[in-house]
């Protein structure tokens, strides 16, 4: 099996950072993907950023230049850098990885979730 564990949610204040991490364990073969996914009350969980094997990345427009996510593939762990946080951003963030057990075998794994609460 394959575990995500998620640390750094908290409180914090708007313009401020936060750094939140998560790492992959158990049978792993390679990761092809990792990315953070954010959900507020009321609102449909949207993709925050993703990060390829590679290191190409996506964020949704409301992040850029505010969030950077980068991965350690030794480490198959995926971190994400929010600075300058609005009360937007409030939120659960959940950690998401395409994890490939073989070359040919893989699984979608979600982390618990991580509450990233912004005050004004």
């Known amino acids: 099996q394959v575990q995500l564990v998620e640390s750094g949610g908290g409180l914090v204040q708007a313009g401020g950072s936060l750094r939140l991490s998560c790492a992959a364990s158990g049978n792993i073969f390679s990761i092809r993907h990792m990315g953070w996914y954010r959900q507020a009350p009321g609102k449909e969980r949207e993709m925050v950023a993703v990060?390829?094997?590679?290191?190409?990345?996506n964020y949704t427009d409301s992040v850029k230049g505010r969030f950077t996510i980068s991965r350690d593939n030794a480490k198959n762990t995926v971190f994400l850098q929010m600075t300058s946080l609005k009360p937007e951003d409030t939120a659960t963030y959940y950690c998401?990885?395409?994890?490939?057990?073989?070359?040919?075998?893989?699984?979608?794994?979600w982390g618990q979730g991580t509450l990233v609460t912004v005050s004004s």
């Open positions: 990060i390829t094997m590679g290191g190409s990345t």
């Open positions: 998401n990885a395409l994890v490939h057990k073989t070359a040919f075998s893989f699984v979608e794994v």
